[in-house]
């Protein structure tokens, strides 16, 4: 459902704003996103905390962390408005490619985007102990809300007179702040610890803040390295570019929702688990889902991939230029990074993640100088696609040892169960797909969608027969019966 909502959304908005404006502004709030990829850093940190209290059933320490929450994020709050109103409105004015008509358009997005993105740190606490206690259900709606009323206001934007890039980011300054009361609402009459109090603990602050300044190297380094390579794009192939990268990042954004509900739904287990010794279910539970998310994203990326140009042409009106090669190399990037959030979870899991996000930092920041000096000798745009997902690959590899370290992870036995069969499996998916393609190349709708379907048949039954053993087989129909059962999230349950 929300990938539907997600595609209609992006679809009517192109049709909507254009070419030229659905890319101004996906760079525009991409900046801010960039600004922001702190906020994401003490989500975690207030999650992660929640659970491990939980896991040694520390209930009176649970509203001390939530408080300490909230006056953390009202800190955020101001260090984000300054280096947004400074920095980032010196970068929109003096460096984009922005059409001179269009700048003080641009100057308004920027403003209700910063406003927008406020309010969404403020909500940031509320979401951590939703979940936290695993409210998964609760936590889908409310996100299936956001984006219906998202996809309200995109069809509202024909029936106004006035600048419909400015009046769209105005109401989605609405939606976030409608958000934000709905989820606050819902926390303070459901969990006791959401009854804010004013509190400061200088030792609680500082595990809190060591333990999300480290994240923030990571996050802010993944977040610099989606964003900047979209500021890059505009410096080299303007607004045009931004679109077509716009429409691969809806692309990326709606099958990373699948990796986005694995990953809330398995990371408070995984942290109690952890808390409590039991290293053998946290390992085994830690390999079955790294190999079932791969399965499921491989199983939805790799139709799209043969059939790209088919699919675009009928989800859009217009399809941007680049927009093919764009999308094709954001699937491969998209797999490559499915097994990134599993090795996540353990890893801070675990707590010790300073050399983890050193390493992350790194290593997810060169493909930005790289990217730039290829286009600024001649390459052509996809490049700058290649050369993230190759760093990210040699990211993967590296990041994995350190889990092995860290998280007492078995990596013979991860290699063994998980990336051998992977291996294996996508082999065969792929010469499947390509032979299919290959046979049914372009034709009519019909005859494009039977064999965009022959590979998704096929692909199941390799991976459900080759991929999985019995206990995962058992596994994964737990797991498809709790995604069909509840709307638009995935609960996992231990293995």
């Known amino acids: ?84 109103e400074t920095v980032g409105l010196w970068f929109l004015n003096y460096r984009l490619v922005i059409p001179p008509e269009r700048l003080s358009a641009a100057n308004w997005i920027f403003q209700f985007a910063i406003a927008s993105s406020v309010v969404t740190i403020m909500t940031i ?21 956001e984006a219906a009323l998202k996809l309200g206001t995109v069809l509202l934007l024909p029936y106004f007179g006035m600048d419909r890039l400015i009046l769209y980011s105005f109401f989605i300054l609405a939606v976030s702040f409608l958000i934000r009361l709905v989820t606050s609402v819902y926390c303070i009459r459901t969990f006791d610890i959401c009854k804010y109090r004013f509190f400061w603990d200088k030792t609680l602050f500082k595990q809190l803040g060591t333990f999300a300044g480290w994240n923030f190297l990571g996050t802010s380094a993944y977040s610099l390295t989606t964003e900047g390579l979209n500021i890059i794009l505009n410096l080299f192939g303007g607004p045009v570019a931004n679109a077509a990268r716009g429409v691969s990042h809806q692309i990326r954004i709606a099958l990373g929702l699948f990796n986005m509900n694995i990953q809330l739904a398995s990371s408070p287990h995984l942290t109690e688990l952890y808390a409590k010794k039991e290293l053998k279910r946290f390992e085994a539970l830690f390999c079955s889902i790294s190999k079932l998310a791969f399965f499921i994203m491989a199983l939805l990326c790799l139709p799209i991939l043969f059939y790209t140009k088919f699919l675009l042409g009928v989800w859009l009106y217009e399809v941007p230029d680049y927009t093919v090669v764009f999308t094709q190399l954001t699937l491969v990037f998209v797999m490559i990074r499915t097994f990134h959030y599993p090795i996540d979870m353990i890893i801070k899991a675990a707590g010790d993640i300073k050399h983890y996000q050193i390493l992350e930092c790194f290593t997810l920041l060169i493909p930005l100088p790289v990217s730039y000096f290829l286009l600024k000798y001649g390459y052509p745009l996809y490049t700058a696609f290649i050369v993230v997902a190759f760093f990210e690959l040699i990211n993967l590899v590296l990041i994995l040892r350190i889990a092995g370290r860290i998280a007492k992870i078995d990596l013979g036995q991860y290699l063994k169960t998980v ?50 053993n019995i206990k995962e087989k058992h596994f994964a129909r737990n797991f498809i019966q709790k995604a069909l059962t509840r709307v638009g999230v995935i609960r996992l349950s231990s293995s």
């Open 419 to 468: 990336i051998l069969p992977v291996i294996f499996v996508l082999g065969v998916n792929i010469g499947v797909g390509y032979l299919v393609s290959r046979s049914y190349g372009p034709g009519s709708i019909i005859y494009n969608i039977l064999a965009i379907l022959c590979i998704s048949i096929i692909s199941c039954l390799v991976t459900w027969m080759g991929g999985l």
């Open 125 to 145: 606490p509320q979401d951590a102990v939703i979940i936290a206690n695993q409210k998964m259900k609760i936590y889908a709606y409310i996100t299936i809300l």
């Open 1 to 84: 459902m929300m990938i539907g909502i997600t595609f209609f959304t992006s679809r009517i908005l192109l049709k909507t704003l254009g070419i030229n404006d659905f890319g101004l502004f996906s760079v525009i709030v991409g900046i801010v996103g960039m600004l922001a990829s702190l906020r994401g850093s003490f989500s975690s940190s207030i999650q992660r905390f929640l659970n491990y209290e939980m896991g040694m059933e520390a209930k009176d320490n649970l509203r001390r962390i939530y408080s300490m929450g909230v006056n953390i994020h009202i800190l955020i709050s101001l260090v984000f408005i300054v280096i947004t």
